[in-house]
């Protein structure tokens, strides 16, 4: 006879900052809030440029999760002209950060559960299957918050359609002198992404995002970019860790509710499909997520779907605007408007172009 399911009122799925920041807010509601990740230690390893805007603030000035201010960001096109633009934020230790939201969701009576995975779900009976050091146990819950990034396993489960994703490429190395910009390079050698090198105190994130289907190999162009600011003295030459990951590039899930399931975050396609921006759309959609269960708890009918509709009047139509700028520009990679700037401004948000109408043509090519 097998064993009779734990009992939870809120199962996470992923303790990233959607997910710890939905297990947070339904554990300060009172609900019995069980949260998993198949990591064994949250936050590792880190997949993230680590910026975050100054809205954040309140999560990111924590002693251990700051490490620098930014001023603005400076884009570099393809002709090599720089331009300055006011976007200040704040750099992070992300894993701090995701660590102590982790610790927020503790505190609030969450039960956290790390080396855990989940295998099987029965959406129909409310009942999860997870995996830990090779033992499995089944979860019945009365909701739950999918935060499991772009290849989110409660959406295979499902039987959703894969996110689009890009792929990205990090280095950290040694940062030389003080800087106090995000800078990004956008060229056809970085097709449906961008390069960057982002300051964080004696650090920096060095790295870029591409779509595959156009450039497959994302070493070499990472390689170039190092060496160039290396020679130029800006950074060091010597790598001091190595990352990536996916970045889903698609636009929102079809779906952000089904039945008793919410998804958050980069698991329901919140990232912005241009810049790979994603950490505070995942708090805030991981916050309103666990307000959300709290309240379909505690007997408001309406208010998963409310969730859905906020979550839609907040970001849809900035990520609509940038999966309709994006794909537009996928048509000219393999053309000779990508080495002109002209195309560049109207793809990336630092120019006025970006907010124009995308035509069939480059007028001012």
């Known amino acids: ?48 440029a680590e910026f975050v805007p100054l809205p954040m603030g309140k999560y990111a000035l924590d002693s251990e999760v700051f490490r620098q201010h930014v001023v603005g960001m400076r884009t570099v096109l393809p002709s090599g002209e720089r331009v300055a633009s006011d976007f200040p934020g704040i750099m992070i230790d992300r894993a701090k950060f995701d660590q102590a939201l982790a610790r927020e969701a503790a505190a609030a009576g969450a039960v956290l559960s790390l080396g855990t995975s989940l295998v099987a779900l029965d959406p129909a009976a409310s009942l999860a299957t997870v995996q830990s050091g090779g033992m499995e146990r089944a979860i019945r819950f ?10 989110s396993r409660v959406g295979q489960l499902l039987g959703l359609p894969a996110l689009e994703t890009v792929d ?25 992404g961008y390069a960057w090198l982002f300051p964080k105190a004696g650090v920096a994130n060095l790295g870029l995002g591409i779509d595959t289907r156009f450039a497959p190999d994302l070493k070499a162009p990472l390689e170039a970019l190092h060496a160039q600011l290396a020679a ?15 970045i889903p590039v698609g636009g929102l899930r079809e779906r952000l509710v089904i039945g008793n399931i919410l998804f958050a975050g980069d698991a329901a396609g919140l990232t912005h499909p241009v810049t790979g921006a994603g950490i505070a759309a995942a708090v805030i959609s991981g916050e309103a997520a666990g307000g959300s269960v709290a309240r379909h708890l505690a007997g408001f009918a309406d208010a998963l779907a409310t969730y859905e ?5 907040q970001f849809e139509t ?16 393999n053309r000779p408007e990508s080495r002109a700037d002209a195309l560049h401004r109207r793809g990336w ?17």
Not at 233 to 240: A, D, K, P, S
Not at 318 to 333: K, N
């Open 168 to 192: 990205t490429r990090q280095y950290t190395v040694p940062l030389l002198e003080p800087h106090a910009y995000t800078d990004v390079w956008l060229s056809r050698e970085y097709p449906g």
């Open 309 to 313: 509709e906020d979550v839609r009047d």
């Open 142 to 151: 009365r909701a739950l918050v999918a935060a499991d990034g772009p290849h």
């Open 349 to 365: 948000i630092a120019f006025p172009e970006y907010f124009g109408e995308a035509g069939s043509e480059l007028a001012t090519a």
């Open 1 to 48: 006879m097998s064993a009779a399911p734990e009992t939870c009122d809120l199962l996470v799925i992923g303790l990233g900052p959607a997910g710890a920041s939905a297990a947070a807010a339904a554990a300060r509601a009172r609900a019995r809030v069980v949260a998993i990740d198949r990591r064994r230690e949250i936050g590792v390893p880190v997949q993230c």
């Open 318 to 333: 900035t990520i609509r605007r940038a999966v309709e700028r994006r794909r537009w520009m996928l048509g000219y990679w």
């Open 232 to 246: 130029a003295g800006l950074i060091g030459r010597e790598v001091l860790a190595r990352t990536g990951g996916a």
